[in-house]
Structures are given as C-alpha cells and as structure tokens.
C-alpha cells in the first residue's frame, strides 16, 4: 500500500511541475515587459504593441496606457515587425526592452522565446 501512495504523490509532482512550467509569464517592471503579444498596429509613423503584461510599470507614459512604440523611421523596423509578428502568430513570448526615459516607451530590442 505505501508503494502506491508513492507512485500517485510522484505522478502528482511531475503533474504540478509539467503545468507550472507551461504557464505563461508576463510581467512589465520599469524598463521591459515580457509577455505574448495582443495587438500589433501602425498609425501616424509609429507601430504599437501591447502586450498580456502591465505597460503602466514602465518608467514612461505607455500611449492608451497600454502599447509601447516603434517609430516606423527606426532603421531596424523590418527585421523587429518580422520578430512581433512570428512570436504573435506562434504565440511565443517576446521581451521588450524600453528606451530608458523615452517618452513614448520606445522599444530598443526585442527578443523572442518559444
């Protein structure tokens, strides 16, 4: 009997574990989020990204609260919209470091984990 108990507590433990480790992190602190994408849009030079995070924990004003920025004049544009739109459509996490003090939470890099 103590045999089954212990197969069912590590069938328990490797269960919570598989789960824990699936969920998704999303959190924003003052200078990055990082988070699955939800909304991607340009509009008047500049593309906006939102994220499942928190865009208000940034040391700059998030537009609607809620996006940071790219201006479409930044010089890796192509290769940062190509980056956005693969994590979005793999649903794929994505870190957004933010121009310290820009006033428009301007993104610096990104990168993209599966």
């Known amino acids: 009997m103590k045999r089954n108990k212990w197969i069912v507590l590590m069938l328990g433990f490797g269960l919570a574990t598989l789960l824990i480790t699936n969920i998704a992190y999303s959190a924003c602190n003052d200078t990055m989020c990082i988070g699955k994408i939800t909304r991607v849009y340009i509009s008047g030079g500049t593309l906006y990204i939102a994220t499942d995070g ?23 544009l192509d290769e940062k919209y190509a980056t956005l739109l693969t994590a979005m459509s793999l649903g794929n996490t994505v870190g957004l470091r933010i121009i310290d003090n820009d006033p428009n939470c301007a993104v610096s890099y990104l990168y993209m984990d599966n």
């Open 54 to 76: 928190d865009e208000t924990a940034l040391k700059c004003t998030a537009p609607a609260n809620k996006y940071v920025t790219i201006p479409t004049s930044d010089p890796m």
